[in-house]
């Protein structure tokens, strides 16, 4: 079955442009994340959407990233004037959420090159 | 405060040999959900198993084994007779009650099996 899909697989800005990074959950999950990861770095959670409840942005490192998500499908994660600093390998996961388990799938990520 | 650590930052065996990535957690909750992910060379996170704090049982699955000791809040895996497609990047992770809908992730283990 198809697991979740992340576009575009590499994407390089320059410094102070604005970027849409997208991911397509595995149907039916109803929750969805968004990671960082620098690199040779841990992952870096940045935000949290599960169906209709207001989404948990605390991870998000400043008002330069916002995330929106339609419904229980795509997500799109917005940097604003990209930073060097915004390098990094931003990975998006899916989970099909029931009481008590919250296994996450992860799309295969997008690099995001800031020159 | 949730956090997971793993201490070895890089492990380098030869193939066959067993080896060990530790894995310890700090949470204060009772219930809560510990992660294993591998991350091979192509970057996209593989989910290898989830286990829940009322389960202590060990568990196998092929070459992989996970031991989980309350006791020590550590979650610890091991790969017998490794070979060369187990080189990747390993990470724990931790999720609670208290975190919400948070994943804690450790900085990763990155395992080097060479021929």
């Known amino acids: 079955g198809a697991g979740v899909s992340q576009s575009p697989s590499n994407k390089v800005t320059e410094k102070g442009k604005d970027v849409e990074l997208r991911c397509d959950p595995i149907s039916g999950h109803t929750a969805l994340y968004w990671y960082r990861q620098r690199l040779g770095q841990g992952l870096e959670f940045l935000i949290y959407?599960?169906?209709?409840?207001?989404?948990?942005k605390s991870g998000l490192p400043s008002d330069r990233f916002s995330a929106e998500r339609t419904g229980e499908s795509v997500s799109t994660l917005t940097i604003q004037r990209t930073q060097q600093e915004d390098s990094a390998v931003y990975l998006c996961?899916?989970?099909?959420?029931?009481?008590?388990?919250?296994?996450?799938?992860f799309g295969p990520g997008t690099r995001l090159t800031v020159l | 405060a949730q956090k997971v650590t793993q201490a070895q930052t890089e492990i380098s065996v030869v193939e066959k040999e067993d080896v060990t990535l530790d894995c310890v957690y700090e949470?204060?909750?009772?219930?809560?959900?510990l992660f294993w992910y591998k991350q091979p060379p192509s970057g996209e996170l593989v989910f290898l198993i989830r286990r829940n704090s009322f389960d202590e049982q060990n568990e196998i699955s092929g070459r992989y084994s996970w031991n989980f000791q309350k006791s020590t809040s550590s979650f610890n895996f091991t790969i017998t007779a490794s070979q060369v497609v187990d080189s990747a990047v390993y990470f724990c992770?931790?999720?609670?009650?208290?975190?919400?809908?948070?994943?804690?992730f450790g900085a990763g283990t990155r395992l080097f099996v060479k021929a």
């Open positions: 996961a899916s989970s099909y959420r029931t009481a008590g388990t919250d296994t996450q799938y």
């Open positions: 992770a931790l999720r609670d009650d208290t975190g919400g809908f948070k994943t804690i």
């Open positions: 949470t204060r909750d009772t219930t809560y959900y």
């Open positions: 959407f599960q169906g209709n409840s207001a989404p948990d």
